[in-house]
Nanobody, 111 residues
Framework: QVQLVESGGGLVQPGGSLRLSCVVSGITFRITDMGWYRQAPGKQREWVATITSGGSINYANSVKGRFTISRDNAKNTMYLQMNSLKPEDTAVYYC?????WGQGTQVTVSS
């Protein structure tokens, strides 16, 4: 059974930071390209960042320079460090590996 479980979301003030985690089981994590996506209320789900099994990284322009994606293959875990958060970053954040999605974690940026 494949499971992707996100955690680390919450309420943070503009300019603050959060670190999201995605723990993966049921697939061979170390050879799986992984990604973060988000969906704001009333909007379509959008891609945020990708990290390949080989460590190549790409970011959406909207988060470049503020977010950092990483992975720890020994822990079957992917991370998203989010700094300088803005209200427009408010969304449910999802991790994805192959065709599998996590359940999402809510991030709310508000004063």
């Amino acid at each position: 059974q494949v499971q992707l479980v996100e955690s680390g979301g919450g309420l943070v003030q503009p300019g603050g930071s959060l670190r999201l985690s995605c723990v993966v089981s049921g697939i061979t994590f170390r050879i799986t390209d992984m990604g973060w996506y988000r969906q704001a209320p009333g909007k379509q789900r959008e891609w945020v960042a990708t990290i390949t099994s080989g460590g190549s990284i790409n970011y959406a322009n909207s988060v470049k320079g503020r977010f950092t994606i990483s992975r720890d293959n020994a822990k079957n875990t992917m991370y998203l460090q989010m700094n300088s958060l803005k209200p427009e970053d408010t969304a449910v954040y999802y991790c994805k590996g192959r065709v599998y999605w996590g359940q999402g974690t809510q991030v709310t940026v508000s004063s």
